[in-house]
């Protein structure tokens, strides 16, 4: 009590709130990070880099980047001319959007999909068709064929998310048969977990861009850097857009940064190879606990239990200082998209449900 207190203050009783879990630890399992660290290789290289030459600008064309990125995929005849690198893999699927896909016809894309990309759409006012994924969630090539120049051109992710269903690459070269008059962008944020990369499909389809990104398999999602591989005239379409918004695509950081990664094969597929070890143990846990699991070829799992609702259970392990996606729209809210943690975060993920599906 202070003379200074007002009488309305003088009168309160506080409420005092319920206590609150004393979360010692977060378990992060919703937005598909690496739950490892990048390349220790990365890290110096990003280190020194920030002690040696922050004031002066970088390299306008990420060249070194560039160069190790086409390097990486010199098997497949991959030339500097042939990638474009971006502030994460968003940003490159916006120029894509503006440069390549915007033709006053409608694109395509599934009707589950990155939800990024009907926002896109609505950015460049580029019209869109949804279209129907199977039952089973997966992609039907054949609904991509045979539109002729009616459409736009075709974009979507491989795997798909927030499914994580693979399409092989057979079909993805069967839906760039199917339209060589319009590009196709896939989208490969999730190649790395057991997918086959369409990039060697470049040099055969001048149509073809494929989107990758250094934020899940090099654990860079902080550093924002993403690429494209695709022929020289798409490349250049993206780099006329992008030099006329900023013509310095990364900074110094990032480019030393990214150009370790990409350079240090060892670690990344020692780090991918885990994360599928995890997902493999993960996957068979769930299915034990009674959750139907999609296939998944990317660093996460779909799954539903047919008898607990889904956004009950993501804000019981909300509760619990574990976090998972739940998405609302109606198709796929009684799923929840699980990231792969480490083997102990997965430990305390399955736990936490064994509880909250009773079956402790
Ligand atoms: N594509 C897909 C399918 C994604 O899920 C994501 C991550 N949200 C991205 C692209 C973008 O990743 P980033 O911008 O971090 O490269």
Same mark, same amino acid.
């Given at each position: 009590?202070?003379?200074?207190?007002?009488?309305?203050?003088?009168?309160?009783?506080?409420?005092?709130?319920?206590?609150?879990?004393?979360?010692?630890?977060?378990?992060?399992?919703?937005?598909?990070?690496?739950?490892?660290?990048?390349?220790?290789?990365?890290?110096?290289?990003?280190?020194?880099?920030?002690?040696?030459?922050?004031?002066?600008?970088?390299?306008?064309?990420?060249?070194?980047?560039?160069?190790?990125?086409?390097?990486?995929?010199?098997?497949?005849?991959?030339?500097?001319?042939?990638?474009?690198?971006?502030?994460?893999?968003?940003?490159?699927?916006?120029?894509?959007?503006?440069?390549?896909?915007?033709?006053?016809?409608?694109?395509?894309?599934?009707?589950?999909?990155?939800?990024?990309?009907?926002?896109?759409?609505?950015?460049?006012?580029?019209?869109?068709?949804?279209?129907?994924?199977?039952?089973?969630?997966?992609?039907?090539?054949?609904?991509?064929?045979?539109?002729?120049?009616?459409?736009?051109?075709?974009?979507?992710?491989?795997?798909? %998310?927030?499914? +994580?269903?693979?399409? =092989?690459? $057979?079909?993805?070269?069967?839906? /760039?048969?199917?339209?060589? &008059? *319009? !590009?196709?962008?896939?989208?490969?944020?999730?190649?790395?977990?057991?997918?086959?990369?369409?990039?060697?499909?470049?040099?055969?389809?001048?149509?073809?861009?494929?989107?990758?990104?250094?934020?899940?398999?090099? %654990?860079?999602? +902080?550093?924002?850097? =993403?690429? $494209?591989?695709?022929?020289?005239? /798409?490349?250049?379409?993206? &780099? *006329? !857009?992008?030099?006329?918004?900023?013509?310095?695509?990364?900074?110094?950081?990032?480019?030393?940064?990214?150009?370790?990664?990409?350079?240090?094969?060892?670690?990344?597929?020692?780090?991918?190879?885990?994360?599928? %070890?995890?997902?493999?143990?993960?996957?068979?846990?769930?299915?034990?606990?009674?959750?139907?699991?999609?296939?998944?070829?990317?660093?996460?799992?779909?799954?539903?239990?047919?008898?607990?609702?889904?956004?009950?259970?993501?804000?019981?392990?909300?509760?619990?200082?574990?976090?998972?996606?739940?998405?609302?729209?109606?198709?796929?809210?009684?799923?929840?998209?699980?990231?792969?943690?480490?083997?102990?975060?997965?430990?305390?993920?399955?736990?936490?449900?064994?509880?909250?599906?009773?079956?402790?």
């Amino acid at each position: 009590m202070s003379k200074f207190w007002s009488p309305i203050v003088s009168r309160l009783t506080p409420y005092t709130p319920g206590e609150q879990p004393k979360i010692a630890r977060l378990v992060k399992l919703n937005t598909n990070e690496s739950p490892y660290g990048p390349s220790p290789l990365a890290l110096q290289a990003i280190a020194r880099e920030v002690s040696d030459s922050l004031r002066l600008y970088p390299n306008p064309d990420a060249e070194p980047l560039k160069q190790a990125i086409a390097r990486r995929h010199a098997a497949d005849g991959v030339s500097v001319r042939e990638v474009f690198v971006g502030n994460g893999s968003d940003e490159v699927l916006a120029h894509a959007f503006h440069a390549l896909l915007q033709h006053g016809k409608p694109i395509l894309f599934p009707d589950i999909t990155y939800s990024f990309y009907p926002t896109y759409a609505g950015l460049y006012q580029v019209e869109y068709r949804a279209v129907p994924l199977a039952e089973d969630f997966t992609l039907r090539s054949e609904d991509y064929l045979g539109h002729g120049q009616a459409i736009g051109g075709i974009i979507f992710p491989n795997p798909n %998310a927030p499914t +994580g269903c693979l399409l =092989g690459l $057979a079909d993805v070269e069967r839906i /760039l048969q199917g339209n060589p &008059e *319009r !590009v196709v962008v896939v989208d490969e944020a999730y190649i790395d977990f057991g997918g086959q990369s369409a990039i060697p499909l470049v040099q055969r389809y001048p149509n073809l861009l494929v989107v990758q990104t250094l934020s899940k398999s090099r %654990a860079l999602a +902080g550093m924002r850097v =993403g690429f $494209a591989v695709g022929h020289a005239d /798409l490349i250049d379409a993206l &780099e *006329r !857009v992008k030099n006329s918004f900023n013509s310095y695509p990364l900074d110094r950081p990032a480019i030393a940064g990214a150009t370790a990664a990409i350079e240090d094969e060892d670690y990344f597929r020692k780090t991918c190879n885990m994360v599928i %070890a995890s997902r493999t143990a993960l996957a068979a846990q769930l299915a034990g606990l009674g959750f139907q699991v999609l296939p998944s070829a990317a660093n996460f799992l779909f799954v539903r239990h047919p008898q607990h609702d889904a956004a009950q259970l993501a804000a019981a392990l909300r509760a619990d200082g574990i976090i998972v996606r739940h998405f609302k729209s109606e198709r796929i809210s009684q799923f929840l998209r699980i990231t792969i943690g480490t083997d102990e975060d997965c430990g305390v993920l399955v736990e936490a449900l064994r509880r909250h599906l009773g079956q402790q």
